[in-house]
């Protein structure tokens, strides 16, 4: 049995098998997910676990180099983007409007659906390397 960082095959296997500029979407318990991409479901009541649990567990194994954001986080849920921005002030942010970025799942190698339900807690990281 593994002694520490995630424990969740699917999600573990995930990010091992991410490359330079594939990307990933942690999302919240309502964001729609395209048929097609893969969807790794954390969610097991509302609430639980939070968004911010799995990312930052995610974050413990994943070199982000960037990330997308709804537009609408900063005014309709401020509390989680400022916590968003807190944990990764030094990653370079891109806003888009919320149905460009449900659209930009379609592209990523999975969705990670938590049960968070807080309006716009999603977000695309992209993977980066960690060549130093």
């Not at 520490?4 to 098998?17: F, H, P, V, Y």
């Not at 969807?39 to 070199?63: M, N, T, W, Y």
């Not at 190698?109 to 130093?132: C, Q």
């Amino acid at each position: 049995m593994k002694k520490r960082g995630i424990l969740n095959k699917d999600l573990s296997m995930l990010l091992a098998s991410l490359g330079h500029t594939d990307t990933i979407v942690i999302a919240d318990c309502g964001l729609p997910i395209p048929n097609g991409t893969d969807r790794i479901d954390l969610s097991l009541v509302k609430g639980f676990p939070p968004f911010l649990s799995v990312l930052d567990a995610v974050l413990e194994e994943l070199e982000v180099e960037a990330l997308t954001l709804a537009e609408e986080i900063k005014k309709d849920n401020p509390i989680m983007y400022e916590n968003i921005q807190q944990r990764l002030s030094d990653v370079p942010m891109q806003f888009v409007p919320h149905e460009q970025l449900k659209e930009m799942t379609k592209s990523a190698k999975a969705v990670i659906r938590t049960g968070e339900a807080t309006p716009y807690a999603n977000i695309i990281l992209r993977s980066g390397v960690n060549f130093s």
